[in-house]
Structure formats: C-alpha cells, structure tokens
C-alpha cells in the first residue's frame, strides 16, 4: 500500500465522526464528499493532507482556538500516518495565533511529529521561536529535544528548505550543542542529520564542529560519523582524518570480477574481490564501491554504498562478495549503457571494472 493510501475514505468518515462528536454543527457528509471525488485518487500524499486541513477549517465553524482544542482532544484516536493532519492544520492555519499553535506543537509532536509544522513559524517568528527552540533543547521531554533539531534542520526531506538556515546555520548551533550527547537515539540521529545536512553547504563548519566533538563520549562519536557520512562518502580527507581513515597507502584490491559481463535492467550480479594490506603496521581501512550508473542523457552519476569498517594486518588480505541489483526503484530508474563499479579505499579508488546494462525488453 502506497503513503497516501492511508488517507482513504475509512479514515475521512472516521475523522468526520470524530469531529461532528466534539461539534455539532459539523456536517459529517458534506465534509466527506468534499474530500472523496473524482481527484482524490490522483492526489498524492502531502496535497491530501492539505484538502483534509482546508476542509476541516471550512467546516469546523468554530474560532481557531477552539478548532484546535478540538483536534487536540481526538488526535489521540488515530495512529501512524494519519496523525500527519493534525500538525499539518496548524501549519497551514495556525499562524496567526503563536502561542496556541506552539502549545498544539507541543502535543502533537509527542504523537507524531511536528518538524514540518514548526518551520512557517520559524520564519515568521524567529525571534520568539528561536528561545522556544532553544527551550525544548533542554526539556526534560525528548519528543520536544528531537523536534528543536529535527524542525530547524536547514534541508528536511519533504519540507520546503529552511534558506536564511542554508546560508547561515549559525543559530542552531546552541541547540545542536545541547543534543550532542543526548541520552536519546531518536535526537541523537535528529542531530546528526542535521550536521549531515549543514555540511553540504559549510563542510569546514562541521568538520570543526565534529574535530571538537570526537573523542568525547561515544554518543558523540556515533553523532560525529552519521553526521559526516556524506563528506565520508565524497572521499572528503579531512573527514576521513578524524577517523585515523585518510591514508591509503599500501592498500591495494586485486582480483576484482563480475559473475556476470551484462545482465538486463531488473536482474543483479555479483562482484567479488580482495583487499590487501602491503605495509609493516595493521591499518584502518573503510572499504566502499561506487556505482557510475547511466542516466537518460547518456552521463553518468555516482553513488556510493559502504561496505565496511575494519582493521587490515602487516601483509594479510581479505576476502569479499557483494551483490548489487539493478532493478527499478522510486529513488532510482535505471537505462541501458556501460557502468561502471569500481572500490574505494579511504576515500581512493584504487580498481574498477565494466558492466554493460542491456534494456529489459
């Protein structure tokens, strides 16, 4: 089942009873039929959520205050994805009316979430939304801990980019100072997604930052590595640095080969090779592959998948098989033409081999 599936007419002629329960001048079905027509299916998952919260507000005729005390109290009734409305209406009419939209915030992210909903009054108010950032960030309560890091993250997947954060990323600093060791996963990957995301604009302010936070406990060093995996990933060397991870000398692959010289879009294919450490001292290695895959222009574009962290004896070798399938995903289409896998070894390619992909048809 698709995202946007959860948004069916079962969860609208819920939602509708719900409402009419806490109003009842609410009109259950004219709310249903103005959300269930024709379009609906066409729609996808953010414009359905945004048709329910517009027709909430027309038919919910009740002020802003109250609507939202309203939602406040039934919200607790559904689960999941369809939680996503409730913050979804207060961005989308709340903003006029600080205060209790920041209390409803409160409430709906210790549900779902609320880091979409908090960026329009991010930069309406940043001000007044700056100190209550910077208050979560030393809640007690770690659902608010995550939202002042994940709800400032400069490049949020799914949200509008946060640009005056993109271009100076300065303000969250504070915030991402408190969360650095937070006793909480679920704000420590927050924190790390979002040095992830500031380094794509200002790497050397994250490579300080991370230069300072290494080394100090392990949830720091676990926030510095997921924070720094894409610089780790473009070879970056002073990234690597950090890790005792920027020298690849006398590190060298052989014997890399393919089970397979072409194979058809949709199938995958094996590749094997070993590893082997020339010098006199074990050595840190991170071993990666990068995939050149053929785009529809006929360019190609790299990715990068990981495949280990490990320590590598005086004049020892190791082992290694991967399988890399190339069927079709949402993320990624695939098109006919000459690939290229090559392996990446601290940051340096050091072999790599040919793969020709023949269309499926």
Same mark, same amino acid.
């Given at each position: 089942?698709?995202?946007k599936?959860? $948004?069916n ?17 609410? %009109?259950t079905?004219a ?9 609906? #299916? %066409?729609? &996808? ?13 027309? $038919?919910l005729?009740? /002020? $802003? @205050? ?5 939602l406040?109290?039934?919200?607790? *009734? ?8 409730f913050?979804?209406?207060? &961005?989308? $009419? ?29 930069? @309406?108010?940043?001000? &007044? ?27 949020? /997947?799914?949200?509008?980019?946060l640009?005056?954060f993109?271009?100076d990323?300065s ?10 060791n ?8 927050s ?7 500031i380094? !794509? ?10 230069? *300072?936070?290494?080394? #100090?406990?392990?949830?720091? %060093? ?65 071993? &990666? ?5 053929? !785009?529809? %222009? ?24 991967? #399988?890399?399938?190339? @069927? ?27 793969l020709?992909l023949? /269309?499926l048809?």
């Amino acid at each position: 089942m698709k995202l946007k599936d959860e $948004y069916n007419k079962v969860f609208i002629e819920k939602l509708a009873i719900k409402l009419s329960d806490a109003s009842h001048s609410f %009109n259950t079905k004219a709310f249903v039929q103005s959300i269930i027509n024709n379009d609906w #299916k %066409n729609k &996808e998952l953010k414009e359905r959520v945004g048709t329910v919260a517009k027709n909430i507000h027309i $038919y919910l005729t009740v /002020p $802003y @205050k109250k609507q939202v005390s309203i939602l406040v109290n039934i919200a607790p *009734k559904f689960k999941g994805l369809q939680l996503f409305i409730f913050p979804g209406f207060v &961005e989308k $009419y709340g903003l006029n009316d600080l205060k209790t939209s920041v209390k409803a915030m409160e409430l709906f992210t210790e549900l779902f979430t609320s880091e979409m909903a908090i960026r329009p009054f991010i930069e @309406k108010y940043p001000r &007044e939304i700056g100190k209550q950032l910077l208050a979560w960030s030393l809640s007690d309560n770690h659902h608010y801990r995550r939202l002042s890091s994940e709800g400032t993250r400069p490049r949020l /997947p799914w949200a509008s980019p946060l640009r005056n954060f993109i271009k100076d990323p300065s303000p969250n600093l504070p915030i991402l100072e408190n969360l650095k060791n937070d006793e909480s996963l679920y704000v420590r990957k927050s924190v790390a997604n979002h040095l992830n995301d500031i380094s !794509k604009n200002h790497p050397e302010l994250v490579l300080k930052i991370a230069k *300072k936070w290494h080394g #100090k406990t392990a949830h720091t %060093n676990w926030v510095v590595k997921h924070g720094l995996r894409t610089l780790l990933k473009k070879g970056d060397k002073k990234a690597l640095a950090i890790f005792g991870l920027d020298n690849a000398k006398n590190i060298r692959t052989e014997h890399l080969c393919l089970s397979k010289g072409s194979i058809k879009i949709g199938d995958f294919i094996h590749f094997e090779f070993d590893v082997i450490n020339d010098a006199k001292q074990k050595r840190a290695v991170r071993l &990666e592959y990068k995939v050149a895959f053929v !785009k529809a %222009n006929g360019n190609t574009s790299n990715k990068v998948f990981q495949i280990s962290e490990f320590s590598l004896s005086p004049s020892s070798k190791k082992h290694f098989k991967r #399988k890399q399938w190339f @069927k079709e995903l949402s993320t990624r289409k695939h098109y006919p033409g000459t690939h290229n896998i090559s392996l990446v070894v601290n940051g340096e390619e050091k072999s790599s081999v040919r793969l020709e992909l023949k /269309p499926l048809f």
